[in-house]
């Protein structure tokens, strides 16, 4: 059953099937585990991002293509979730017709994209994704009669998913069920399952030929798959997951940006999150995104004390402030590209697969 | 050397071909006549023009560099854009150290701190340049997905470094006396600063066909983009002629940067991303490796960028993609793709 | 007889997950022709990449002059004294003839009196010398390599089937001008499929399959021996002849 549920793709080390556990509890009963708003906002983020990230292993890591395009993906799930919500009112349809429309054009642009760019080199398209998606973020932040420019827009969700709303009288294992908690859980649930999608996704046939062709698409191309077709329709699908994941974070937050889904910085976390995770392993995912969320969100405090600590010594204090928590992951990131090209993942099964 | 006595029989190709070539030539003033008549005034036109052709002409040193390093080596530095942004620090910091000289009326004072600051920032984003081919993209040579990552990761840290040296506000930066104001031309009004960039961009250009085409190290480059193997064969180190115009390339994106800054006259350890996207596009445009493409891309983009921004202010950068998707779908290598053997 | 001016031992190279050679040793004797034959794909072409350097050999020595060259970089190798005319011929068709020449003459200017001799081989090289050399015909083309190779004196030099692709006419002209090149210092391994040329011009003989070596003698030996030649044919030569 199990088995069934990960397409039969084991984790293949036993320290990651248990921390995959660890993670997938964790997440499961965050609202009963870890009270209070903060650790509950970190686990919506954790199981967004894993979609976002694993969406993006399956170009970057199955197909071999970088594309910088991710967020914008990202971001018309989450525009069109707002939008739907802001023009429609806080209902589930306006909400869903909004979803549908920012996932479909999502789809659309992706075609586009790829049917124009992926015939040339994986160089070029990194460099028209790139080009693309800051024209999209910059587009985005002009027309702001419509949506809301640098501010973002702020919108009424329906109303089942508001704290006001109380599923039970009483609560439950000593946990009120209001609607943020039925929230988290819609996210949960839809994340998990979006996950679970993806890795049916690599693990058929389909994914089977992306590897083909990643591994060497002249030789798959001489087999008589067409080469392009493979990885477009891999770029529709993940910027489709990338959309949804955008869906879920405007229902969450109840509210869109540009900063919380066009930026640069979060295609960059996005691109940390994968290589330290593991390529091409879809776990990576998992472990990449519960990483750096939580050391995002708990470790920059600890380098305020770092600095703190050093306030005296001028460059060095500078070096730890928690502003500079790029820098540290940037050169973890270079490092990691150099040394742990298959990231923490793929480490994990190699230890084993030595130690066996 | 025998003389010639026999002249070469050369076939001579159809017209439509050779007309081909020069079609993108003719591109630059299409776009002109274009922007004459939706700008509908002459004066308008004019400062729009000289402000578009100072623009494509730094977009130019920019990308010049970025264009060649990827014909020879088959390389793209994400990274570039960090050159940019530490040439214009650099710079910047010259330029404070030098205000004495920049604020002093005579205009060859205000030269001689610009020329100061522009060598030394063309040393130092050399030299960075130098440990950067070492340090980051010498190990994944060859392998392009790595060297997406680690270039970008490059430049990521870069960036974060100008903020530890630099701070993390925007700096002004203040242009030399001699080059703040306008010239009045009839009724336009040309910034002098532009003429100055529009000087620089066109010299080097011209230095730099002239160094391919009339200099062994050019043509040892030229001969590079299109078989580097070869090259090896009759016994030269490419990866040495790489490092060199791996170097000359830095240097140029530093002094791109400089001027850049000087232009806009404020400077952010993000400046180099978001030129990166002129920079890209301007190369995709031009044909990836072909510096002739390159400068004829940044003149288009810097031309319509210009024009688009007094038209239509809201899609200014939305127009350059517009460009760069009807040129790629005229031609899927840009104007002018290199020929690669095998 | 003195020592051998090129020397494989037991040479390895892969290609990828591709074994291709698989322990080749070869003998190149000083000056004269050798040639190397064999049919597609029997490692004609990777033998002479490894000389070069162009693909590293994984196990095995080349020794060159007395001297392992298996470790030494491209450039290293062409600068000991071996010039190299691949199969694809490497003209660099953005430069013209004359900067094509130029490349070619890596220890200074071009020697006018050698120049005027190689332009005697190869009349073209004369006649399109401001040329580009995109605009050269594909024998033209060969000649050009050809040239390139010859424009300093070199110890040794590889060529990858000259012949390949061209007229009847140009054919007998390159023929003639590597007769030409033989009477001078200049030791030629020359890898061809065509017989008739080959047996014109070649000396000694070796042929590949496999990635090895499955014959080495004389080429007189060869020539005459219609039985050898019968059983060699049959691997290398049939769907040539």
């Given amino acids: 059953m199990l088995m069934k549920l990960l397409s039969g793709d084991r984790p293949a080390s036993p320290v990651l099937t248990v921390l995959l556990l660890v993670i997938l509890i964790g997440l499961a009963f965050a609202p009963f585990l870890f009270p209070g708003s903060k650790p509950l906002e970190t686990a919506a983020r954790i199981c967004i991002f894993i979609v976002l990230v694993a969406s993006y292993d399956l170009l970057i890591g199955y197909t071999g293509i970088v594309s910088f395009a991710h967020t914008m993906f990202f971001g018309l799930g989450a525009y069109g979730t707002a939008l739907g919500l802001t023009l429609g009112g806080a209902s589930f349809a306006a909400a869903g017709l909004g979803a549908l429309c920012g996932v479909g054009l999502a789809a659309l642009l992706a075609l586009a994209i790829g049917l124009f760019s992926l015939r040339v080199k994986a160089i070029f398209f990194a460099m028209v994704t790139l080009a693309i998606a800051s024209a999209f973020a910059v587009l985005v932040s002009q027309l702001s009669f419509l949506t809301g420019g640098e501010d973002g827009l702020n919108y009424k969700i ?12 009483e609560p439950v294992l000593g946990l009120r069920i209001d609607g943020k908690v039925l929230s988290y859980y819609l996210v949960f649930g839809v994340a998990l399952a979006l996950f679970l999608a993806l890795v049916r996704i690599v693990n058929s046939p389909f994914g089977r030929v992306l590897k083909a062709v990643r591994d060497n698409g002249f030789r798959a191309e001489a087999i008589g798959y067409k080469a392009v077709h493979y990885r477009t329709a891999a770029t529709v699908l993940s910027a489709m997951m990338a959309a949804m994941a955008g869906v879920l974070l405007a229902l969450w937050l109840r509210y869109t940006g540009p900063a ?76 990691s590209v150099y040394f742990f090209p298959t990231g923490i993942v793929g480490r994990l099964r190699a230890g084993k697969a030595g130690a066996a | 050397m025998s003389e010639t006595l026999i002249r070469p029989r050369i076939e001579a190709r159809p017209l439509g071909e050779r007309l081909a070539e020069k079609l993108p030539l003719l591109l630059v003033p299409l776009l002109m006549l274009g922007g004459l008549i939706v700008t509908g005034s002459p004066s308008t036109w004019a400062t729009l023009t000289v402000a578009g052709l100072a623009m494509g002409l730094m977009i130019f040193i920019m990308a010049s560099g970025l264009t060649l390093v990827f014909g020879l ?27 004495g000289w920049t604020g002093h009326p005579s205009v060859l004072m205000n030269l001689a701190a610009m020329l100061i600051a522009v060598t030394v920032t063309m040393l130092a984003t050399g030299l960075i340049g130098y440990g950067f081919e070492k340090v980051i993209i010498k190990p994944v040579y060859g392998q392009h997905l790595k060297q997406i990552l680690v270039t970008m990761g490059g430049m990521i840290i870069a960036q974060q470094l100008i903020h530890v040296v630099w701070g993390p506000d925007a700096l002004h930066l203040s242009r030399p006396l001699a080059l703040q104001g306008s010239w009045v031309i009839g009724d336009a009004a040309i910034e002098k600063y532009r003429i100055v960039a529009v000087g620089v961009g066109l010299a080097l250009f011209v230095a730099m066909r002239h160094v391919l085409k009339h200099t062994k190290v050019g043509l040892l480059v030229r001969a590079g983009v299109e078989n580097g193997e070869m090259v090896e064969a009759l016994g030269y180190r490419i990866r040495r002629l790489f490092l060199v115009v791996f170097m000359v390339g830095s240097a140029l994106a530093g002094l791109g940067g400089v001027m850049w800054g000087l232009y806009q006259e404020t400077i952010t350890a993000h400046m180099g991303s978001e030129i990166m996207v002129l920079v890209f596009i301007v190369v995709i445009i031009g044909g990836l490796g072909s510096v002739e493409g390159c400068f004829i891309g940044a003149l288009l983009v810097g031309l319509l ?20 998707v009807v040129v790629l779908m005229w031609r899927p290598q840009g104007l002018y793709p290199v020929v690669k053997a095998k | 007889m003195a020592e051998p001016l090129l020397t494989l031992d037991g040479v390895h190279t892969h290609i990828g997950p591709y074994h291709i050679l698989q322990g080749v040793s070869l003998t190149v004797p000083q000056g004269g022709v050798s040639v190397l034959l064999g049919r597609n794909g029997a490692g004609k072409t990777t033998t002479l990449r ?51 020449m130029a490349l070619a003459a890596t220890s200074g200017p071009i020697d006018a009196k050698r120049l005027s001799w190689v332009q005697d081989l190869f009349p073209p090289i004369r006649n399109f010398w401001n040329s580009s050399a995109g605009t050269l015909s594909g024998g ?76 080495a003698g004389g080429m007189a030996t060869l020539v005459a021996d219609a039985g050898l030649q019968e059983r060699l044919m049959g691997l290398s030569l049939e769907a040539h002849q």
């Avoid at chain 1, 998913?161 to 599923?167: E, Y």
């Avoid at chain 3, 061809?192 to 499955?214: C, H, K, P, W, Y």
């Fill in chain 2, 73 to 99: 080596m088959d390389i793209i530095n994400f990274g570039h854009g960090a050159f940019v942004a530490v040439g214009a620090f650099i710079g910047f910091t010259v330029l404070t150290w030098l205000s």
């Fill in chain 1, 260 to 335: 919380t889904t066009l930026s640069m910085e979060i295609m960059v976390d996005i691109l940390l999150m994968v290589v330290i995770g593991g390529m091409g392993t879809m776990y990576g995912a998992v472990i990449g995104a519960t990483l750096f969320i939580l050391a995002q969100t708990y470790l920059q405090a600890l380098m305020g004390l770092a600095e703190g600590a050093t306030a005296g010594i001028p460059l060095l204090s500078a070096l730890v402030a928690p502003d500079r928590w790029l820098l540290w992951l940037g050169v973890l990131f270079v490092l």
């Fill in chain 2, 305 to 324: 960028a210009n024009y688009t921004a007094f038209a239509a202010p809201k899609v200014a950068l939305v127009s350059t993609i517009g460009l760069m």
């Fill in chain 1, 158 to 169: 329906p109303r089942e998913l508001t704290p006001a709303f109380k599923l039970f009288a």
């Fill in chain 3, 140 to 215: 033209q083309k060969q000649m050009l390599a050809v040239s390139r190779a010859i424009i300093e004196p070199r110890r040794l030099i590889l060529i990858d089937e000259p012949t390949k692709g061209l007229a009847p006419a140009i054919i007998v002209a390159m023929t003639d001008a590597l007769r030409q090149l033989k009477e001078t210092e200049t030791t030629i391994l020359l890898v061809e499929q065509n017989f008739a040329m080959a047996s014109s011009l070649g000396d000694t003989v070796a042929v590949m399959d496999d990635g090895r070596i499955v014959h």
């Fill in chain 3, 50 to 100: 490894t000389i070069m350097g162009l693909w590293r050999a994984s196990r095995g020595e080349v020794r060159f002059d007395g001297r392992d060259i298996t470790q030494l970089d491209t450039p290293s190798i062409a600068r000991a004294g071996i010039a190299y005319v691949p199969e694809n011929m490497g003209i660099f068709t953005d430069l013209t003839v004359a900067e094509n």
